[in-house]
T-cell receptor
Framework: GAGVSQSPSNKVTEKGKDVELRCDPI?????LYWYRQRLGQGLEFLIY????????KSGLPSDRFSAERTGESVSTLTIQRTQQEDSAVYLC???????????FGDGTRLSIL | GESVGLHLPTLSVQEGDNSIINCAYS??????FIWYKQESGKGPQFIID?????DKRQGQRVTVLLNKTVKHLSLQIAATQPGDSAVYFC????????????FGKGTHLIIQP
């Protein structure tokens, strides 16, 4: 069965550029999460979507980070004016609802030159 | 300088032995706990979860123990196999708090032949 799909798998860009990362959740999962994982670290929560409710943005590190989700489908995470400290793996997860285990994609490895 | 985050705690066990991975969580208001396995270049893979109204839960070859008194969580893996080599993360969720999981730094499990 299809799991969480993320694209691109790798992205290299220059400092100051904007990047857009995509996540396709598991079909039927109403909850969607974005996390960031720096090298050798655990995951840091960024943002959570549940259906048509207002997203929980409490983990976004700065106003350069934003995310959108249309209904219960695809989500995009956008980072504007990228900085070198944004280099990390960005992981997306989905779950049937907020009280169920989250299932992760394999992430997008972002490198800022 | 040295980055503490690049030096994960490591547990080395013989193939066939049992493994116990420990985790101290931070927030006494956490009511949901989950263990993930992460292989190199992959997203975290769900292993087992437990809610705060339980102190033990078993899955296939895995057992999670929760001690709320000392805020301690452990993952026991029976009859460890080479495929169990990975980084293991515990994560917690605060009841009524932010919707994302808070992850620990991870433990690298190495299986010796």
């Amino acid at each position: 069965g299809a799991g969480v799909s993320q694209s691109p798998s790798n992205k290299v860009t220059e400092k100051g550029k904007d990047v857009e990362l995509r996540c396709d959740p598991i079909s039927g999962h109403t909850a969607l999460y974005w996390y960031r994982q720096r090298l050798g670290q655990g995951l840091e929560f960024l943002i959570y979507f549940q259906g048509n409710s207002a997203p929980d943005k409490s983990g976004l590190p700065s106003d350069r980070f934003s995310a959108e989700r249309t209904g219960e489908s695809v989500s995009t995470l956008t980072i504007q004016r990228t900085q070198q400290e944004d280099s990390a793996v960005y992981l997306c997860a989905s779950s049937p609802d907020r009280n169920q285990p989250q299932h992760f994609g394999d992430g997008t490895r972002l490198s800022i030159l | 300088g040295e980055s503490v985050g690049l030096h994960l705690p490591t547990l080395s066990v013989q193939e066939g032995d049992n493994s116990i991975i420990n985790c101290a969580y931070s927030n006494s208001a956490s009511d949901y706990f989950i263990w993930y396995k992460q292989e190199s270049g992959k997203g975290p893979q769900f292993i087992i979860d437990i809610r705060s109204n339980m102190d033990k839960r078993q899955g296939q070859r895995v057992t999670v123990l929760l001690n709320k008194t000392v805020k301690h969580l452990s993952l026991q893996i029976a009859a460890t196999q080479p495929g169990d080599s990975a980084v293991y993360f515990c994560a917690e969720k605060v009841g009524g708090g932010a919707d994302g999981l808070t992850f620990g730094k991870g433990t690298h499990l190495i299986i010796q032949p």
